[in-house]
């Protein structure tokens, strides 16, 4: 087996590049896989090439001109990389956009990004864009990918979309590539020579936790050398592997899936339904793994309910190896060696337990696990740690391509989200706000000025709207976020991130919303984690509204007061409601990253809050 490969070098202008240079250098390598009915179908760098190849020149021959849209309108597949790098080739623009998306949502962005080609891949995207159709005027072609181009499916689509749209299959998109001319091939070269490190390489639309979604526009200099800062932070090598299952659209799953991938030469295993994601990690073992908090905290709860479940021996054993991981862990966090003793128990345990349960997870070749977009529990982070899964918080926004501050193996505190990555400096203003400067920074939003000169100053610093504090050594906690702060009828100024942080952490709960602007008082919305009441009722199972059982609300009560003690007599939660289902993607509660839409959970749960201040 040859060595691993090395990243690129600086004389690589574009991703591009890279790209080439994998199919030239390693065609036979691995560069995705898909699930199929047989296991896994796989691509090579070669033949990624070629796609891409193909389906720029088809965009060609479909009239897309420079700085032209092109939306992904898809789950994670090969069909969203090899438009996205197409459309790159031939100077236009692609552009994600959640699977999850309504009609209005989608043609909201279709509309401000006036989107030429739309690549969509199943029936029910399809029927959202058939709606939308009609009002985008810019729209040229779509694309049927995915299980929307097999079969019976794709031959009920039509030809056409009402407002004129061209409907081709995928099948066909290859084969008008596949035929294109030789000058075709020259126009699609002098093109790929034309790209510029400033050209606007990809619109990301922010998710819209407050009011209409802006589009954020990064150029090919800030994904390459977001990229490079990547792989000189964690040394990615060729042999690396990435499970790919959070939505494209999103800037963190983007960058290590496409753009970061491409970049390493590593590969992808693409999950198109998150729900078959335990699956597909036991499968593939990966060495880098990104999860959004609430994602770890799913994974954690499942583990604690099996190791809740197990009894006599096995339970004994399983609590000892874990405190002995436990040690070990917070040894190594107090930049202490452990003595020979505690390493022999601790390597002792990790052969008998640890080991095999970060096995059955599929994190035993696990080198890379980073949680961001949110805070993570303290007791998320022990649990994982006591496994030996070292999972580092990492910081940023789309705005400055991802990642703008990160903890990594040797340069980690707890409680931080770590230090600025490579070539990026962060400061504080004497407001508080997390300032962010570097090559990562956006070049504003799209049609949005005035939302553009609020967010970037004469400098060109990013403000980012988070409150912040940095250590001597340069370490970035964030303390909430200047929108967000709560002010109470008294006039003090309270950050709910923090409370809902250890909010969450309490066994029972499954989201938590603090809840105090203009009232005398904090409250709080919590929903029931599934996976902790299956333990709690176990062996019998949950009745049908847990959320009114004594014994779950006294159990709850009892946790909210231990947080209370840790928190500012200010911040003290002095009522809560436990809500009958969890907040949901589906309902607007969620971002399609999983963060909380506020505004939108206060107005469906009005009237339990209004119950919890009645007194007032």
């Known amino acids: 087996m ?4 090395p990243a690129g070098s ?6 591009l590049d ?87 949502q989608l043609a909201y962005v279709l509309d401000h990004a006036e989107v030429r080609v739309v690549v969509v891949d199943d029936a029910e995207r399809f029927e959202r864009l ?40 995928w099948q066909e998109l290859q084969a008008l590539g596949e035929a294109a001319a ?71 799953e983007q960058m290590m899936s496409v753009h970061m991938a491409v970049y390493a030469g590593y590969s992808v295993w693409w999950t198109p339904a998150p729900e078959h994601l335990a699956d597909h990690l036991r499968a593939v073992r990966p060495t880098v793994f990104f999860g ?43 930049n202490e060696a452990p003595g020979w003793l505690p390493r022999l128990r601790h390597r002792l345990w990790d052969r008998l337990v640890l080991g095999k349960i970060r096995r059955a997870l599929g994190f035993d070749r696990l080198r890379i696990a980073a949680s961001g977009a949110a805070p993570i529990g303290r007791d998320v982070l022990d649990l994982f740690a006591s496994l030996g899964v070292r999972v580092h918080e990492v910081y940023g926004l789309s705005e400055c391509c991802g990642p703008a501050t990160w903890n990594r193996d040797g340069a980690a505190r707890l409680g931080t989200v770590g230090p600025a990555i490579p070539s990026v400096e962060v400061s504080i203003a004497d407001d508080g706000e997390v300032l962010v400067s570097g090559p990562n920074v956006f070049r504003g939003y799209f049609r949005n000025p005035a939302a553009t000169a609020e967010a970037l100053d004469a400098e060109g610093r990013l403000h980012t709207g988070d409150l912040g504090a940095l250590d001597a050594a340069g370490f970035l906690t964030i303390t909430g976020r200047k929108k967000d702060l709560m002010i109470t009828s008294g006039g003090k100024n309270i950050a709910p991130a923090a409370i809902e942080q250890h909010l969450a952490g309490i066994d029972l709960v499954g989201d938590a ?65 436990l809500l009958p289902r969890r ?14 839409r506020r505004a939108r959970i206060e107005e469906v749960w009005a009237s339990e809050i209004a119950a919890m201040y009645a007194d007032d």
């Open 513 to 577: 919303l603090a809840i105090g602007d203009g009232r005398r008082h904090v409250a709080a919305l919590l929903t029931l984690d599934e996976e902790a009441l299956a333990a709690f009722y176990a062996p019998n199972s949950p009745p049908a509204s847990p959320e009114r059982d004594p014994r779950v609300l006294a159990e709850v009560s009892r946790a909210v007061e231990t947080v209370n003690e840790r928190l500012a007599r200010v911040e003290a939660v002095r009522a809560f409601r």
């Open 10 to 15: 600086a004389s690589e202008s574009t991703l």
């Open 292 to 334: 959004v908090p609430r994602v770890w905290e799913r994974i954690a709860s499942a583990l604690r309910s099996r190791l809740g479940s197990a009894s006599g021996l096995r339970r004994a054993m399983a609590d000892r190896a874990l405190d002995a991981g436990r040690r070990t862990a917070r040894t190594l966090d107090a």
């Open 2 to 5: 040859s060595s691993p490969e």
């Open 583 to 596: 907040f949901s993607i589906d309902t607007g509660e969620l971002t399609p990253t999983l963060k909380p």
């Open 130 to 169: 058939c709606r939308a159709a009609p009002t985008l005027p810019s729209l040229r072609v779509v694309v049927a990918a995915g299980p929307l181009a097999d079969g019976s499916a794709a031959e009920e689509l039509g030809t056409t979309l009402e407002g004129g749209a061209r409907l081709l299959s």
């Open 18 to 104: 890279r790209l080439a240079h994998h199919a030239r250098e390693r065609p036979e390598a691995l560069a995705f896989a898909e699930p199929s009915q047989d296991g896994w179908r796989q691509t090579s760098w070669a033949d990624y090439a070629a796609g891409v190849d193909r389906v720029a020149k088809a965009w060609l021959e479909l009239g897309l001109e420079p700085g032209d849209a092109v939306a992904l309108y898809a789950v994670n597949r090969p069909e969203w990389a090899i438009s996205c790098f197409a459309a790159l080739a031939v100077r236009g623009v692609p552009i994600g956009v959640y699977q999850t998306a309504s009609a209005e």
């Open 182 to 252: 030789a000058e075709v091939r020259a126009r699609l070269d002098a093109r790929r020579q034309e790209i510029a490190g400033s050209d606007l390489a990809t619109l990301i639309y922010t998710s819209g936790t407050t009011g209409a979604p802006k589009a954020v526009m990064l150029d090919h200099d800030n994904l390459l050398n977001t990229c490079r800062a990547g792989q000189t932070l964690h040394g990615l090598r060729s042999d690396d592997s990435l499970v790919s299952y959070l939505p494209l659209a999103h800037i963190a």
